[in-house]
């Protein structure tokens, strides 16, 4: 493996980093400005075709300031990733046994969260 290879992001992981820069910021950004604030100095032209992605997956808007664009999140950090967590889940066969594994791994407070939110949105099932 070269080692451009091992410094590659794993697939989605750039369009992750994207998105986290333009939540963080929450104003319209240039592909200068988005690159500047990514870890590993990817190429200006890398982030650029990032955010052309990003818009064609509805994940981001672009608005054209200039001779240039400027891009934002058109979804919520929230959303986004609970979006992909039920687009994971609905691809396996036994859901059950993903949501047992899920919640059997989770830190004890992150677990507490999870049975207080199931319980204040009653989705969860009746505690005694």
Do not use: C, I
């Not at 993903?98 to 099932?125: C, I, K, N």
Request: positive net charge; aromatic residues 4%.
């Amino acid at each position: 493996m070269s080692a451009d290879e091992a410094e590659r992001r794993p697939a989605g992981m750039l369009e992750d980093a994207v998105l986290a820069v333009l939540w963080a910021r929450r104003r319209p950004m240039s592909p200068a400005d988005v690159r500047a604030l990514l870890d590993g100095s990817p190429a200006y032209t890398t982030v650029m075709t990032t955010l052309a992605r990003l818009v064609r997956k509805n994940l981001a808007t672009r608005e054209r300031v200039g001779r240039g664009y400027v891009y934002s999140a058109r979804v919520d950090e929230a959303g986004h990733t609970a979006a992909a967590m039920h687009e994971l889940l609905g691809r396996r066969s036994d859901r059950a046994a993903v949501l047992a594994r899920f919640v059997a791994e989770m830190s004890p407070g992150d677990e507490a969260l999870l049975q207080r939110l199931l319980r204040d949105t009653g989705s969860g099932a009746e505690t005694s």
